[in-house]
């Protein structure tokens, strides 16, 4: 009965290259795991072979078994009809001159075809995790994500080591997504802005703390920052602020990252743009204890539970949108923009935030106008200085690198002097630590303590 199924599945071309696909396939992927299992680690691109490639061989070997089968079936009712002897596999007679040479051409035009696909496949998928095609092929869409990134702290991380980072397994997983975002690209489908949080997003354990692991980050850190007041003279003032990071070191955990210590879990139940947090749940392993933190309101349907992350509170890590306050002092302080001009600090917050723009191109060219009339009106002679027109160049990259239109991210100035980041249906990702504590009349537990928290947003970065 084998020996008649393997005479079957080999007896015509469709099936014989099946069985073949089939086999080498299988045991190309059982090497494949052996070595990985071993620790061998071969890169993405031969998780690409490993975990792609080589399965849809395979599938395409099941595939054309039976088909070659019912070719053969079909092929045989046909020449019983008219009398003809069936011949299912060709016939290859190598002691024809005219067959060897055949062969021989086909064989060595084959090797340099096959080396030169395999090449563009390896630099097709290599050029796919660049920062220039996650940056500049999807341009519309990315561009807001892309241009706060080249200025970000991470700008010489590539897009791959923090979306994908290493391994196989999340590589495939991108590239499967990214199929989608291509289609959606390709068909304008796409939302505008693109929404936050993503809840693909791989743990911060595969690529965050390949850097950035705990121990490493421990004790205070001084921060010095440059602010101008909104005077005539742009007062130039500094704050100094020692920073608790904390950690976990010698066994005890304190300061800002308490939390990272390995024996503390945290857990929060969160809207699903985790905008509102319902219910936060710590969890000591090592004594068995768990303190329970609840809103007076009850989690809606469709709430989800969440081990904190390291990017629910470092939400934008690369992806910094910086208030016009931020922007003006950075601008002040590498002498982009002129501290002498009087109240240019003041004057460039109102004239970037005072009205929104269609384009980039018109909202450089309305700022310049603006900066110039402000001092035409109240200093002539530094109307058209170059300092004048320096500063309104400056004062639109502040707005160009903050504001994309097409994308429906726009900045406004809330009462407050304070601006903010509008954008509809958008959301960022949200710190878990409650401002405040308040006993809960609707919990029993004397560790449960009923707060209610709607996100911080740091640095203008809600889009």
């Known amino acids: 009965m084998i020996k008649h199924f393997f005479a079957a599945i080999t007896g015509n071309v469709v099936s014989l290259l099946g069985t073949l696909l089939i086999v080498i396939s299988l045991l190309l992927i059982g090497a494949l795991l052996v070595m990985q299992g071993m620790g061998f680690e071969g890169g993405a691109y031969l998780g690409i072979i490993t975990f792609v490639v080589l399965p849809m061989a395979f599938l395409g070997g099941l595939i054309l078994v039976p088909v070659g089968l019912w070719w053969r079936k079909r092929r045989d009712a046909k020449l019983a009809a008219t009398g003809q002897p069936s011949g299912h596999l060709p016939v290859f007679d190598l002691n024809h001159e005219r067959t060897r040479g055949v062969l021989i051409g086909f064989v060595a035009l084959a090797i340099p075809v096959l080396a030169l696909a395999a090449g563009l496949t390896f630099k097709a998928v290599h050029y796919m995790d660049s920062d220039e095609f996650c940056g500049m092929a999807c341009h519309k869409v990315m561009e807001p994500e892309y241009t706060a990134y080249q200025r970000s702290p991470h700008s010489k991380v590539g897009c791959a080591g923090c979306h994908i980072g290493a391994g196989a397994e999340w590589f495939v997983k991108a590239k499967i997504s990214g199929s989608w975002q291509l289609i959606a690209v390709a068909f304008d489908l796409y939302p505008r802005p693109i929404k936050t949080p993503v809840h693909s997003l791989r743990p911060a354990t595969g690529t965050c703390e390949q850097c950035h692991w705990p121990s490493k980050f421990v004790g205070d850190r001084l921060k010095v920052r440059t602010h101008y007041a909104e005077d005539e003279q742009n007062t130039e003032m500094k704050t100094a602020l020692m920073v608790k990071v904390g950690g976990s070191a010698a066994g005890k955990s304190h300061g800002i990252h308490w939390h990272v210590d390995p024996n503390h879990t945290i857990r929060y139940l969160a809207d699903p743009s985790r905008e509102t947090i ?82 980039h191109a018109e909202a450089r060219a309305g700022i310049s ?14 109307a058209d200085s170059p300092a004048v027109e320096q500063a309104g160049k400056a004062l639109g990259d502040a707005y160009a690198w903050n504001n994309f239109p097409h994308m429906k991210v726009t900045c406004t100035r809330t009462t407050s002097g304070t601006r903010i980041h509008r954008a509809v249906s958008a959301a960022t990702t949200t710190s878990t630590r409650p401002p405040t504590a308040k006993r809960s009349a609707r919990s029993a537990a004397p560790a449960t303590t009923s707060w209610r928290m709607k996100r911080a947003i740091p640095r203008c970065c809600r889009n």
């Open 278 to 359: 319902y219910e936060v749940e710590l969890n000591d392993p090592e004594t068995g204890g768990k303190k329970v933190f609840k809103a007076e309101e009850a989690a809606p349907a469709g709430s989800e539970w969440r081990t904190m992350d390291c990017i629910d509170c470092h939400n934008r890590p690369s992806h910094i949108y910086r208030s016009p306050q931020f922007e003006i002092d950075l601008a002040l302080e590498e002498g982009r923009i002129d501290r002498t001009l009087p109240y240019i600090k003041r004057e460039g917050v109102r004239i970037v935030t005072e009205k929104e723009y269609a384009s």
């Open 369 to 382: 106008a603006a900066v110039k009339a402000f001092y035409a009106e109240n200093y002539p002679d530094l």
